[in-house]
């Protein structure tokens, strides 16, 4: 089991950039696939990016490609997700998830079993 905590989300006007990290506990965090997601009010949880376990694939939405980067750092246990080139449309709460799928990059929500409490973005006009 794993216990995931977000941070670095708050208020920056549109063109601005915020790095999202999120900690993971235990030994094992290398052995997880993570992702990010994303809810807007009133909207579903969206697939936001992703990365395997050793960092060397990635996966992003159409909507973040070129402006979002996933990294992760298995050495601190923790992944980052690197937004640049902020838009009003990215305002939402951002998640972390790890998960034990087989696949390299899990996008689907339902292949992540551990959520962090997730992390409020929001993007001024």
């Known amino acids: 089991q794993v216990q995931l905590v977000e941070s670095g989300g708050g208020l920056v006007q549109a063109g601005g950039s915020l790095r999202l990290a999120c900690a993971a506990s235990?030994?094992?965090?290398?052995?997880?696939?993570m992702g990010w997601f994303r809810q807007a009010p009133g909207k579903e949880r969206e697939f936001v990016a992703a990365?395997?376990?050793?960092?060397?694939?990635?996966n992003y939405a159409d909507s973040v490609k070129g402006r979002f980067t996933i990294s992760r750092d298995n050495t601190k246990n923790t992944v980052y997700l690197q937004m640049n080139s902020l838009k009003p449309e990215d305002t939402a709460v951002y998640y972390c998830?790890?998960?034990?799928?087989?696949?390299?990059?899990?996008?689907?929500?339902?292949?992540?079993?551990?959520w962090g409490q997730g992390t409020q973005v929001t993007v001024s006009s």
């Open positions: 998830a790890a998960s034990k799928n087989l696949r390299s990059v899990v996008v689907a929500a339902g292949s992540y079993a551990y």
């Open positions: 235990g030994r094992t965090f290398s052995t997880y696939a």
């Open positions: 990365i395997s376990r050793s960092g060397s694939n990635t």
